[in-house]
Every structure is written in C-alpha cells, then in structure tokens.
C-alpha cells in the first residue's frame, strides 16, 4: 500500500481526467484557470460525498435540521458578517518574477508557523527578517501587502451603480444564521439544536490550485449549532469528535489526519476555540475542516445590523439571550480530494503485475457494483440482474473483454464489487461476487444481493 507521502497528484488527477472523475472547466476554449466540471463518475462520487454528511450531520443527528438558502443576499448581511470591511487576503507581488502570493501562505510554507492573527506589519517584518522568499524565482523583492477583498462582486437588475451592486456568498453559514428567528419558530426547536446547509460558495482565491483543494467555486457543507451561552466548550468538543469520527468512518486513517488548535493569539476576535481538522495531501498537510466556537458574534451582529430581535427565550431558565454558535465547516470539494487521495493505490498482483485501485468506501464509490457476464451469451440474464440491482444502487454493466481486463477497470474507479453471471447461475440462482479490495470471491444468491450490498454502505 502506498503511503501518501509516495502518491503523486499528477497520477490521481490525470485519473481523475481519464475516467471521468474531474476534467478541466471549459476546456475546448483552452480551459478557465482552476474551474474543474465533474464529469459522470466524478457527479456521482461528490454527491455520496454530500450524502453521507447530510446523513450523519442532518438525517441521524437529534439536533439538527437542514436548510437551503439563497446564494445571492441583501448586501447589508455582508456588511454585518464582517466580509464587506475584513475579508481580505495579506497580497504581495515579487517585483523580479511579477508572481502574485499571499504573505500567510509563504510564512507558514517557508517558516512552518501560521501567522493566523497577525497584522499586516508582522507579516511585512517576519519575512524580512527570515529571509522568507518567492517560490517562483527565490528573490526577496516583494512589493508591500495589499489587502484583497475576495468577494465576487456583481450588479442586480439592469442598472449597473453602486445600489445594485451585489455579492455571490463566500460562505453558507450566513443564510443559516437570517434565518435563525424562521427556523426556530416553525420547527420549534429548543436550544440546543442546529441547521445544516450544504451549497456552493465563491471566493475569488488569490492562489487558487492544487486541483480541487483550493478553487474559486466551491461547495461548503457547513453546520451553525446554537447553544446555551456556558455549555458552548462541551459541544465544541461533541462537534469535534463527532467530525473527526464521520471522516475516520468514511476510510480515512487517523495518521494521514491532524487536529490543530488555534492557539489563542491565532484565534479570530470573535472566536473562543478554534481547531482545524487537517490532511496529509500528496503536497502536504492543509486545512479539511474548521471547527469554531464562534461565541454569540453572528447573531448579535445580525441583531443590531437588521434591527429584528434574535434573542432566545430559554423557558426554562426564564430568560432571554443570544445563542451561542459552534460551526463545523467543511468544503465538499477539498473533502472529496482528501477521499481521492486516501483512496488511490498502485499494488503489485503477481509477478511484474500492478493495479491501480481505489479503495474508496463502498458508500461513497461512484458504482456500487458492476455486473459482468462471463460470456456475451449470458448478456440477456446478466442484464436482468443489472436492472434489478440499478432500481436500488448506482451500478454498471460491462461486458467488454476477459473478466480480469474488466475487473481492472472497475478497480480504478473504486468499484467495490464485481458481480460475475456464469453459465451455473441460471440453474443454482448464484453469481460470484469478487471483492475489490481483497480480490477474494463468493459465491451469492441473485436474491441476496440487495441485502449483501445495502450491508457493505454502510457507515
Ligand atoms: N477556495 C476554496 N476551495 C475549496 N474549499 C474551500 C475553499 N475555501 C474554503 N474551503 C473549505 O471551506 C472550509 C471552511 O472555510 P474557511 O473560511 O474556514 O476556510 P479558510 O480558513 O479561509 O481556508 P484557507 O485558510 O484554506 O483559505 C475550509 O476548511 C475548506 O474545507
């Protein structure tokens, strides 16, 4: 098995391109830097992806609710989250190279630290100090930091002036969090409880790349807890067991993963604890999951900014407060490359003979099963248990060369069993099912197939 340090982007993304997991955006117009389009299997392996956090985080939790809210918002809920006036990126140019690069990036790249919290200054002296230099051409010649408003900005109806201007979301959560008052008073929810919402997010990155990890375009799937003011470090705890435990279910293994606390200085003004789940990609460790206790700040904002009351009443404790937030946010994108990347193998099988394999979980790979006849002769038969199967689970059917060309291909795209129809299964009522990952096989009645499958997605 390879270790994630031995696999190579290059490898995953040009699978990714050939059996269409993720091709390059626009493409036949010479593309459009850093948009990707999933392609069929990609589509399907994204939307496991997406399935299999509403389930835990939505569907199985007690708490919790989902939401789908609008992209497009009254531009005065960005101004009172913070993003019209603070959300900026530290830019810097090299002034030899003419590179663009963000002064947070090359500090932690260069220096191992992360300058979270710093001002401008501190950045502007640490990488005088140390040298720090551009990754381009190693010159030390950067021009001062600018701030970089990484909001996608747009106009509403036909004029285009300063009054129809507007923004496309750089983050879900503040759809969750106008929406408080509704949601709690239609469901009628007592705290604690939480909102789900899973949808696409803009930013216009400074450094998008590194395929899918950091693009312009993303999806987030992001949870906003509210709790009682006090009992918010317990579930900032709950929360943060409760993700690192969805993505140890899902097949990533612990020593290819990190948890990062913030430490004070690093945390947003805003925020009591903050700790970042992080992965070991093929071209190092970077941020999967922020975890934050983001105290009452969003709703007190939205509270003095919109003039409506999103006070609490606790019945209770008789008494009124603003809730406090834990969020949990997660790109589905970047998530999915980390599945990618944990998944990809190259093993040897037999002498001078390796395969590629994806061993991703069986709730998550694009097909469920593939089902082969083992002679054309058996196609009508076989497809009838193909049409059975594809009622209930995304599955294919291949009948193209020998069972063991066919088996490869279904390895490579993490297909997790391979359903062969053999000229006994008309008379005992049996296929041999072949797992991918132990290459092992058995034989299964036609009629428990459903049940075998439904048991393996499980997580
Ligand atoms: N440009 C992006 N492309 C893909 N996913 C993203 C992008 N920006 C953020 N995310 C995802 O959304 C999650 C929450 O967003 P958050 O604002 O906390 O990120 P961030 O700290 O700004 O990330 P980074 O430091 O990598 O820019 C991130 O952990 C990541 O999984």
Not at 63 to 72: H, T
Not at 81 to 107: E, N, W
Not at 268 to 295: N, Q, V
Not at 364 to 380: D, T
Request: aromatic share 12%; glycine share 8%.
């Amino acid at each position: 098995m390879l270790s994630n340090t031995e696999k190579t982007m290059e490898k995953i993304v040009n699978l990714c391109k050939n059996r269409g997991f993720v091709y390059p955006g626009s493409e036949i117009y010479g593309g459009l830097a850093n948009s990707w389009d999933y392609g069929p299997l990609g589509v399907e392996f994204k939307n496991n992806v997406k399935r299999a956090w509403w389930k835990k985080f939505v569907q199985c939790s007690p708490y919790n609710v989902g939401l789908d809210s609008a992209i497009l918002m009254n531009p005065e809920v960005w101004v009172a989250s913070g993003h019209v006036g603070g959300f900026s990126d530290p830019l810097m140019d090299c002034k030899d190279c003419k590179t663009r690069h963000r002064a947070d990036q090359l500090i932690e790249a260069q220096a191992g630290i992360s300058p979270n919290g710093w001002s401008d200054q501190q950045m502007m002296d640490f990488i005088k100090e140390k040298g720090i230099s551009c990754p381009e051409c190693g010159s030390k010649n950067f021009t001062d930091i600018r701030k970089f408003n990484l909001m996608f900005k747009t106009f509403q109806g036909v004029t285009e002036d300063a009054k129809s201007e507007i923004f496309l979301r750089p983050e879900t959560a503040q759809g969750i969090f106008v929406n408080f008052a509704n949601i709690q008073r239609t469901t009628r929810k007592k705290l604690p409880f939480g909102v789900g919402q899973i949808g696409k997010s803009f930013r216009n990155e400074i450094t998008p790349g590194n395929f899918i990890f950091r693009i312009r375009e993303f999806e987030q799937m992001e949870l906003e807890f509210f709790c009682k003011p006090g009992t918010d470090l317990e579930w900032f705890k709950y929360w943060k067991d409760y993700c690192h435990n969805w993505i140890l279910s899902l097949g990533i293994k612990d020593e290819n993963l990190r948890l990062r606390d913030h430490d004070p200085k690093e945390l947003s003004h805003y925020s009591k604890a903050t700790t970042d789940i992080e992965y070991l990609f093929p071209f190092g460790w970077g941020e999967l999951w922020g975890i934050a206790d983001r105290t009452d700040f969003d709703l007190t904002q939205h509270q003095e900014h919109s003039t409506k009351s999103l006070e609490y009443f606790d019945q209770e404790a008789n008494e009124k407060y603003i809730p406090y937030v834990i969020e949990p946010s997660l790109g589905a994108d970047r998530v999915a490359l980390a599945f990618l990347c944990e998944a990809y193998d190259e093993e040897e099988v037999g002498e001078g003979d390796t395969r590629v394999v994806m061993h991703l979980h069986p709730a998550l790979a694009p097909y469920k099963a593939c089902v082969l006849p083992l002679s054309k002769k058996l196609g009508e038969q076989a497809g009838k248990v193909y049409e059975r199967l594809a009622d209930l689970f995304p599955v294919d059917y291949d009948d193209a060369g020998s069972i063991g060309k066919r088996y490869r291909r279904q390895d490579e795209i993490g297909t997790p069993f391979c359903i062969t129809y053999d000229f006994e299964s008309a008379e005992d009522g049996c296929v041999t099912v072949r797992d991918r990952d132990t290459m092992q096989q058995e034989r299964i009645a036609i009629d428990a197939l459903p049940g075998y499958l439904g048991d393996k997605m499980h997580f």
